[in-house]
């Protein structure tokens, strides 16, 4: 079983910084992709970032470019994003999702974590 687990969600203020971190286990022989998306209440969840194995520049929503950073350990299957000079509009529940193969077919699958919330006050 493909278990994702984050972490790093937490209150802060505006201006603040955090780092959220994301960790896969079980029956996965190789990562494509790790990303971020967010999601709150009433809206659809949506990409924060992207990260691949395929050598392409990640990929970053217009509204946290030049504040976001992800960076992603295929071989650890572990993906972390910094996030720096966060405002209340970054205030939702952070989700992890990955792309990978898993076995006993070789076939590319996604998977979830549960989320962690982010909260930023004024």
């Known amino acids: 079983q493909v278990q994702l687990v984050e972490s790093g969600g937490d209150l802060v203020q505006a201006g603040g910084s955090l780092r959220l971190s994301c960790a896969a286990s079980?029956?996965?022989?190789?990562?494509?992709?790790m990303g971020w998306y967010r999601q709150d209440p009433g809206k659809q969840r949506e990409l924060v970032a992207l990260a691949t194995t395929t050598g392409s520049a990640p990929l970053y929503s217009d509204s946290v470019k030049g504040r976001f950073t992800i960076s992603l350990d295929a071989a650890k299957k572990s993906v972390h994003l910094q996030m720096n000079n966060l405002n209340p509009d970054d205030t939702a529940v952070y989700y992890c999702k990955m792309t990978a193969r898993t076995p006993p077919a070789f076939n590319l699958g996604d998977f979830w974590g549960q989320g962690t919330q982010v909260t930023v006050s004024s």
């Open positions: 079980g029956g996965i022989i190789s990562v494509n992709a």
